[in-house]
């Protein structure tokens, strides 16, 4: 990667409208050599039909747009290929779409949906727009040259009907939803994490019964970040040193997962470690130190929460972000690698831990091996660049 190539995250919650099983509004990401796209599609109605509509629309965009087929023929595509609503004489679906290149050239196309929001350096910033026809249909278009930092956020209308006729007389306006991201955003706030929040406050003014399908999809542009994470002893004693030389010599941030591993990893470095006798959270074993590690926590159970964290934290329609302000190991490690990291090097030893013979444990190296690969599988949805080495 060169010098200023950008790393882009993104993140997205969605609200079922109450009583739906199925959502209306769809997202797709599609990854690009050198550009990412992201595409919001708000299907009419709401239900299987709406899900039908949305899901072809960003389906239809996304395979035309990486395939590096021009908006108009995206458009025109969708236009020729959806229905109209007979009754209505409204389209179909209505729709985002989002693709920042590796060098910041951005290009943003909207139909119907409320405005996008360009945040930079925490605040709003407004950006051109241009006025197209597309086969009647009105379409804006608009390029920005993103910077580093910037998060753009993209919404469907749900988010601006918040709270019609309950809270709020004629629910949340634009600037409502501007001042909000601008008052909750944080420099080191993931993308995942901005949407959830959003949701959230979407979810309270709908009281909990959402009125409309409500999603919000966030790209963050930021710098590559890597965390390194060992766990478990190599296999065979002859490779200690070896191994953890080359895992310390990884350029990024350093987590240490398991007693044993911390004892070889402190001894590499001719260091201690020193344990906190501090529970921050009476179900995960507490946090230890070894100067010039990152983090140093327990293994198998703290990886397990972590894991736990990452499925509801990545959960299509969950807003959980407590774990964000919590300082047991877990929840530490969950920082480093869902918010701090774009790329992720795992180093599991496959040793088996000799306090895990015992019977009455039921922790085994076949469930530490189950641990590493589920969460290396939530973290490259989340779109983290991810690789596992087992020794």
């Known amino acids: ?24 509004d769809m997202v797709e990401k599609i990854y690009h050599d050198d550009a990412y796209t992201l595409v919001l599609a708000d299907g009419l109605g709401s239900g299987v039909k709406a899900n039908v509509l949305s899901t072809l629309t960003s389906k239809i965009i996304g395979t035309m747009m990486a395939d590096g087929q021009p908006i108009e023929d995206c458009v025109a595509t969708i ?8 009754v209505r004489q409204v389209a179909y679906s209505t729709f985002t779409i989002l693709q920042v290149r590796r060098n910041g050239d951005t290009y943003l196309v909207q139909f119907d949906n409320p405005d996008a929001i360009l945040l930079r350096g925490g605040k709003h910033v407004d950006y051109p727009k241009q006025e197209k026809l597309i086969c009647g249909k009105k379409i804006y278009e608009s390029r920005i040259k993103a910077e580093l930092g910037d998060m753009f956020i993209l919404m469907s209308d749900g988010v601006i009907h918040a709270g019609v006729g309950m809270l709020l007389n004629f629910g949340w306006q634009h600037e409502n939803v501007v001042q909000f991201v601008e008052e909750n955003y944080s420099a080191d706030m993931s993308a995942q994490t901005m949407a959830a929040a959003l949701c ?23 710098e590559r970040q890597t965390v390194n994470l060992m766990i478990g002893p190599p296999v065979d004693k002859a490779d200690d040193e070896r191994i953890i030389g080359e895992f310390l010599a990884l350029g990024g941030k350093h987590i240490v997962c398991g007693g044993t591993t911390s004892t070889l990893v402190a001894r590499h470095l001719g260091e201690q470690v020193t344990t906190s006798i501090d529970y921050v959270d009476p179900k995960i074993p507490p946090i230890g130190y070894i100067k010039g590690i990152d983090l140093v926590t327990e293994g198998v159970l703290t990886l397990g929460h972590v894991l736990e964290t990452a499925n509801k934290y990545y959960g299509q329609n969950d807003f959980y972000t407590q774990w964000r302000d919590k300082r047991d190991g877990a929840s530490l490690i969950a920082k480093l690698l869902f918010e701090d990291a774009t790329h992720i090097n795992f180093y599991v030893g496959r ?17 530490k091996m189950r641990l590493v690969d589920d969460l290396v599988d939530v973290l490259r ?4 660049q991810v690789t596992a080495k087992y020794y």
């Open 351 to 367: 040793s088996m831990n000799p306090a895990h013979q015992n019977p009455d444990l039921p922790i085994n190296l076949g469930i």
């Open 79 to 86: 236009v020729e290929t959806l229905p109209v609503c007979s």
């Open 381 to 384: 949805r989340m779109g983290k």
């Open 200 to 222: 959230g406050a979407c979810n309270d003014l709908y009281v909990q019964q959402p009125g409309d399908d409500t999603t919000v999809a966030v790209l963050r542009v930021r």
């Open 1 to 24: 990667m060169g010098t200023h190539d950008f790393y882009m995250e993104s993140g997205n919650v969605s609200l079922f409208k109450k009583g739906e099983e199925l959502c209306g």
